[in-house]
């Protein structure tokens, strides 16, 4: 019999829908280049070990910001860029075993980057 998937966590006594990532990249390069950003969140995707279903991004004029998200069944990720200022906002939202920070290593890469703000939350605490 195939085990049911769980899309909760439980850390010792706490059980909670999943784990949220709210990550501030600054000083990144590539924000302005689609190709680059869905591999990004892509290869994010891949390391988290989960399952993708649809990368959809916008590119804003004239500024070149890019707006998307990277629809996944265990959530999603998402970024908003701000080429002016070489800054990205991320959202990394997943439920069940999955470690979000296993992609931080592929954001910090692909953005050029080593000043990353990473701040969890811990949703739908039962």
């Not at 990532?21 to 995707?45: D, F, G, H, M, Q």
């Not at 707006?67 to 800054?87: M, N």
Request: glycine share 6%; with cysteine; aromatic share 10%.
């Amino acid at each position: 019999m195939k085990r049911k998937k769980e899309y909760c966590c439980t850390n010792g006594h706490i059980r909670y829908a999943g784990v949220h990532l709210i990550i501030e990249v600054w000083n990144a390069k590539n924000l302005t280049s689609l190709t680059k950003i869905k591999e990004i969140l892509s290869k994010s995707v891949k390391a988290c070990k989960v399952t993708l279903l649809k990368i959809d991004l916008h590119k804003f004029s004239p500024s070149g910001g890019i707006s998307g998200v990277a629809i996944i069944e265990e959530s999603h990720f998402s970024i908003h860029t701000w080429p002016e200022y070489a800054y990205a906002a991320l959202d990394i939202f997943v439920c069940g075993d999955v470690d979000p920070y296993k992609s931080i290593p592929v954001i910090r890469e692909g953005f050029k980057t080593e000043k990353l703000q990473i701040s969890e939350v811990k949703r739908g605490i039962f």
